[in-house]
Nanobody, 130 residues
């Protein structure tokens, strides 16, 4: 059974860094566009970063552009999210999600939608606090 699993969350002080990982098991993630979504209390789940499957081009929400960087390692079947200069408003549960790119012209759309993604991890908590 194909699965995605996040890791790397935790507490961090403002200005600090964390790296989240999204690891696929039960199959290859090579042909998936992978996005990171963030769920904060009282708000809808927001797509903050996405990386395409073949050309590895990426898209970012304005709120994280220049601070967060998404990358993928095909050999490790992993997509990472490097988060720098973290702010209290970055606090939330972070989910990775996968959308099959096969037969599709566009992935990692802006704005993006949860409905585009068939595969989800269980989420990892990030807490930015002094």
């Amino acid at each position: 059974q194909f699965r995605l699993a996040e890791s790397g969350g935790g507490p961090v002080r403002p200005g600090g860094s964390l790296q989240l990982s999204c690891t696929a098991s039960g199959g290859t993630a090579r042909y998936l566009a992978i996005a990171w979504f963030r769920q904060t209390p009282g708000k809808e789940r927001e797509s903050i970063a996405c990386i395409r499957s073949v050309d590895q081009n990426s898209e970012y929400a304005e709120s994280v552009k220049g601070r967060f960087f998404i990358s993928r390692d095909y050999a490790k079947n992993t997509v990472s999210l490097q988060m720098n200069d973290l702010k209290p408003e970055d606090t939330g549960v972070y989910f990775c999600a996968g959308e099959s790119a096969l037969g599709k012209r566009y992935t990692c759309r802006r704005p993006d939608s949860e409905a585009n993604y068939a595969y989800w991890g269980q989420g990892t908590q990030v807490t930015v606090s002094a």
